[in-house]
């Protein structure tokens, strides 16, 4: 059974970092592509960073590119999300997601096996 578990979410202030984690379980976590959606309130989900396998590929949304580090760490099957100069609008519910082998795109039907979520609060 596939699990996923995030940590790390909190409140900050606009300009802050925060540095989410993703603890995986049941699955080879090295075989996998590795995504992180959010959701703020009232909003779609969507997708943020995702990370290859090995991670050496890489690729962010627009609206978080430069500002937030997608990281992984296979011995520890864990994935972060490094979130630097945090502003209002990245409040959201975060997720980890593992993408579907079969899939190379990054929307949200591409990905299964869904995290809780972690709340991250950015305050003005």
């Known amino acids: 059974q596939v699990q996923l578990v995030e940590s790390g979410g909190g409140l900050q202030q606009a300009g802050g970092s925060l540095r989410l984690s993703c603890v995986a379980s049941?699955?080879?976590?090295?075989?996998?592509?590795m995504g992180w959606f959010r959701q703020a309130p009232g909003k779609e989900r969507e997708f943020a960073a995702t990370i290859s396998g090995s991670g050496f590929t890489k690729n962010y949304a627009d609206s978080v590119k430069g500002r937030f580090t997608i990281s992984r760490d296979n011995a520890r099957k864990t994935v972060f999300l490094q979130m630097n100069s945090l502003k209002p609008e990245d409040t959201a519910v975060y997720y980890c997601?593992?993408?579907?082998?079969?899939?190379?795109?990054?929307?949200?039907?591409?990905?299964?096996?869904w995290g809780q979520g972690t709340q991250v609060t950015v305050s003005s």
């Open positions: 049941g699955l080879g976590f090295s075989n996998y592509y």
């Open positions: 997601a593992v993408r579907l082998p079969t899939r190379w795109g990054n929307a949200r039907d591409d990905y299964n096996y």
